[in-house]
């Protein structure tokens, strides 16, 4: 049968089109806001880190002067917002800060050899490995307390990442970090009596979850064989 046209799908014309929209929504600072349609939206840590990946997946390399000037942004804001908001820059000590612009600087990982980007890097490192659950993983910010799938998430893919180009010493650190991580959210797959499926919720108690549960497998299909495995009864 021939292929049927689908109105939802864009043209390279489209695309490009959005392309440009992307690269023209980058703010003077050198980020990008959660809100592009908003012409004086904030810019934040999350919205950059995300438009870094869409322009690495489109091609921009590592020296292109806008992802230059996006990770810079990264670095240098991470350790600014990461603070009670009575402090200059502060935006509270939430997890997604750190985790968000250790994941974006690492979609480049010549980063770490970049000395103005090397603060930051660090910066998100020290801050993950002091704030963690004692079981593992990460809250929405440290007084929180429980397991935050979506921060722990990216938090795990960034320390993955980074790992991998760290001395040995980092290394073994960052893996015990994400290791930690993957065991508390597998500690935390759920059952409904008599039913194989597993699933995760948001909240502990809460309903299962289909975005909890997703979240929950893209971060375990990394780990070892026993995280793995777990992602088999979903």
Not at 161 to 189: P, W
Not at 206 to 217: D, F, K, L, Q, R
Request: with cysteine.
């Amino acid at each position: 049968m021939p292929r049927q046209y689908d109105p939802h799908m864009s043209t390279f014309s489209d695309r490009f089109t959005a392309l440009e929209l992307l690269l023209g929504a980058r703010k003077s600072n050198g980020g990008w806001p959660q809100k592009l349609a908003m012409d004086k939206a904030p810019t934040t840590i999350v919205a950059t880190a995300q438009a870094l990946e869409i322009l690495r997946i489109r091609g921009l390399e590592y020296e292109d002067s806008q992802i230059q000037e996006g990770l810079r942004y990264l670095a240098e804001q991470v350790c600014k917002q990461t603070q009670p908001v009575s402090r200059p820059g502060g935006r509270g000590e939430w997890t997604r800060f750190p985790a968000y612009a250790l994941w974006g600087l690492m979609r480049y990982p010549a980063s770490r050899h970049n000395e103005t980007l090397k603060p930051g890097i660090v910066f998100c490192y020290k801050w993950l490995r002091a704030n963690r659950l004692l079981a593992g993983g990460w809250s929405q910010s440290p007084e929180a307390g429980q397991l935050w799938l979506p921060g722990t998430m990216v938090a795990v893919h960034a320390l993955d990442r980074l790992g991998v180009y760290s001395n040995s010493t980092m290394a073994q650190q960052t893996q015990d970090l994400v290791d930690s991580a993957r065991d508390h959210i597998v500690e935390n797959a759920q059952r409904k009596n008599g039913d194989r499926q597993q699933f995760w919720t948001q909240t502990l108690g809460g309903e299962p979850c289909p975005g909890a549960t997703s979240m929950a497998i893209l971060t375990l299909a990394r780990g070892s064989d026993k995280h793995r495995g777990c992602t088999c009864g979903h």
